[in-house]
């Protein structure tokens, strides 16, 4: 852990040929939550991501040499879209995923941009990013968008 009590993360670009592994660690990541709002369907949750998966916008979060997860960032008219930030659930609870938050939060105020995000209803992942700093924005059937504003 770093003296900020976050772990030495590490964020290095993916590439189109990791695309099985990838969509293997979100679909081991959303399964829980999907499941308890009975939407879970691995074969929809892989066209979904391969409808938008861009190996230029997706970066493996290395900690301790090992691939512990993915974010994907990508541009969105004037603002950046979080568009993915999968932590496998043996990971996860370990501060990993607010170290790649921070990380993101720097790239988005070097370019004076706010961070969108969306969040599966009932997922986890809504508390975690309120408590880091996203703000509600809006909500649809499925999801709940936060935003956080450019810095």
Known sequence: MS???QPLVTLV???????????????????????????????????RFRS???????????????KVGF???????????????????GSQGQGIGAAVLTQIFKEADDRSMPLRVGALRESDSNRF?????FEFLAEEEWDIHYLRPSR
């Open 52 to 66: 938008g998966f861009s190996a230029s916008h997706t970066r493996h979060v290395i900690v301790n040499e090992l």
């Open 3 to 5: 003296a900020s009590n």
């Open 71 to 89: 974010v994907v960032v990508k541009p969105a008219q004037d603002q950046l879209l979080l568009d993915h930030l999968y932590i496998r659930p």
């Open 129 to 133: 990013y309120q408590r880091n700093g």
């Open 13 to 47: 670009q993916a590439a189109e040929a990791d695309f099985e592994e990838l969509v293997a660690l979100r679909i081991a990541a959303m399964r829980e939550s999907l499941e308890r709002i009975g939407r879970f369907d691995p074969v929809r949750a892989r066209e």
